[in-house]
C-alpha cells in the first residue's frame, strides 16, 4: 500500500523558491516511478514533472524546465519538487504521484495521488 503525503507549500512572493516534499511510509517507495501534478483554480490537473524509480529519468512540462527541479531520496523514501523563479501562474493545489510504471506517471494515470499541498505565489 502506498500512501502519499506533501509539504511544504505556503505563500511565496514572485521570483521566490520553494521545495516540495513527498513521502511514503511504506515499503516499496523505490519501485515506483513518481510525479508531479498540480491544478489551478478552475482549471484541470496537469502535469508537472516525473521521476523513474532510480532517479536516472526525469521529465518536465515545458511551462516548467529551468525552474523546477525534480529529485527523490529512495533511502528516506522521499521525493522533492524545487521550485525557483516562481510565478502567480504557478499558484496551485500541487500533489505527488506514484505508479510502478513511468508512463502512467506521463500519462497521468497513477495508481496512487496524494492529498495536495497548496502553493500560491503573490505578485
Known amino acids: 500500500q502506498v500512501q502519499l503525503v506533501e509539504s511544504g507549500g505556503g505563500l511565496v512572493q514572485a521570483g521566490g523558491s520553494l521545495r516540495l516534499s513527498c513521502t511514503d511510509s511504506g515499503r516499496t517507495f523505490s519501485r515506483y516511478a513518481l510525479g508531479w501534478f498540480r491544478q489551478a483554480p478552475g482549471k484541470g490537473r496537469e502535469f508537472v514533472a516525473a521521476?523513474?524509480?532510480?532517479?536516472?529519468?526525469?521529465d518536465y512540462a515545458d511551462s516548467v524546465k529551468g525552474r523546477f527541479t525534480i529529485s527523490r531520496d529512495n533511502a528516506k523514501n522521499t521525493m522533492y519538487l524545487q521550485m525557483i523563479s516562481l510565478k502567480p501562474e504557478d499558484t496551485a493545489v500541487y500533489y505527488c504521484a506514484a505508479d510502478p510504471a513511468l508512463t502512467a506517471i506521463l500519462d497521468a494515470t497513477p495508481d496512487y495521488w496524494g492529498q495536495g499541498t497548496q502553493v500560491t505565489v503573490s505578485s
Open positions: 521521476i523513474s524509480w532510480s532517479g536516472g529519468n526525469t
